[in-house]
């Protein structure tokens, strides 16, 4: 037997009216509709559930014991949905998030303290891995969601962009092209390189972006937490290829960076598994993340360094 959940609920509303045109009414569903899904109901059970007059309807005794029952099950049945939907919008517990080492340190910390006043009963967990880490544990539902840097194309994983920033030149202050305003990338051609290794999601889009620009660099060390760029270009190793997150450059440092012309730039992303869908305090979540990378770029409108990036685009 496959009774409906509609055929149940017509069924109890007419015990409740005793008049199939008012409990049309109350469903919103014409009076034939409704005779015709009691009678399909009685077909089903093989049971008649209501006595018709042309003055009205009266309950078997049959139709009085399943309408009895079936009132005590719809309203256990409506207060569960009801339970189900206040947890689905509720804002509270852990939502785990994972971001690579760069965006962990420059931009997950003011979306903590966002979320922390925003959101008090949401416990904000940062798992702060490389990127394939973090993307893998997105796929296996390790956590609620993730902020990597352009993936490129994948099947089974939902993104928005939220940051678009350039890729800047470092180097230290008194090497030759720190006295440019700005600098080509062919001015990299032949230069020693120091580079974050492939385990940030940064380092296949500075390949593609020297490759694009046919620049012969050296690479003369490959490093794998970007705070170590730093030291290494300061001690004349190299200079770099850095993300604009990266900055601020440490305190008294004889560090510099300028823009490259041509502008290539990284889209920083939020991602989840695809046809999933997130908690109220997830969502919640996403949406700080979201808002304090728009905040980002806001603040970055008057920043000559980003600005005539911009201009250059």
Not at 105 to 131: K, T
Request: contains cysteine; hydrophobic residues 40%.
């Amino acid at each position: 037997m496959n009774y409906s959940l509609r055929q149940l609920r017509v069924f109890v509303t007419v015990a409740q009216t005793k008049s199939f045109s008012r409990a049309g009414d109350v469903i919103g569903l014409s009076q034939s509709a409704v005779s015709h899904s009691v009678k399909e109901l009685e077909r089903q059970t093989g049971m008649r559930l209501l006595d018709r007059t042309t003055r009205e309807v009266v309950l078997t005794e049959a139709g009085q014991q399943l309408a009895s029952r079936l009132e005590r099950v719809l309203d256990e049945l409506n207060g569960i949905l009801r339970d189900v939907g206040r947890v689905g919008q509720q804002l509270s517990g852990t939502v785990r998030v994972a971001a690579s080492q760069t965006i962990s340190a420059h931009l997950i910390p003011q979306c903590i303290a966002e979320s922390n006043l925003r959101y008090p009963e949401i416990n904000f967990v940062l798992h702060d891995r490389p990127q394939q880490w973090v993307l893998e544990s997105i796929r296996q539902g390790d956590v609620d969601f993730g902020i990597v840097i352009d993936p490129g194309p994948v099947t089974d994983l939902e993104c928005e962009v939220v940051l678009s920033e350039p890729f800047l030149l470092l180097c230290r202050e008194d090497d030759p092209l720190a006295s440019l305003p700005q600098v080509t990338w062919q001015a990299l051609e032949g230069a020693n390189l120091v580079l974050q290794d492939y385990a940030s999601g940064s380092r296949p889009l500075i390949d593609a972006a020297l490759a694009s620009q046919r620049i012969n660099a050296t690479i003369v060390q490959e490093i794998g937490h970007p705070a170590t760029l730093f030291p290494m270009v300061e001690a004349g190793i190299g200079i770099s290829v850095l993300p604009a997150l990266a900055l601020p450059l440490p305190q008294g440092s004889c560090l510099t960076v300028r823009r490259f012309m041509p502008c290539i730039e990284r889209k920083l992303m939020l991602v989840r598994r695809k046809n999933r869908s997130l908690s109220g305090a997830a969502h919640a979540l996403w949406e700080v993340v979201g808002m304090q990378a728009q905040r980002l770029m806001e603040a970055r409108t008057h920043d000559p360094l980003f600005t005539a990036a911009e201009d250059q685009m």
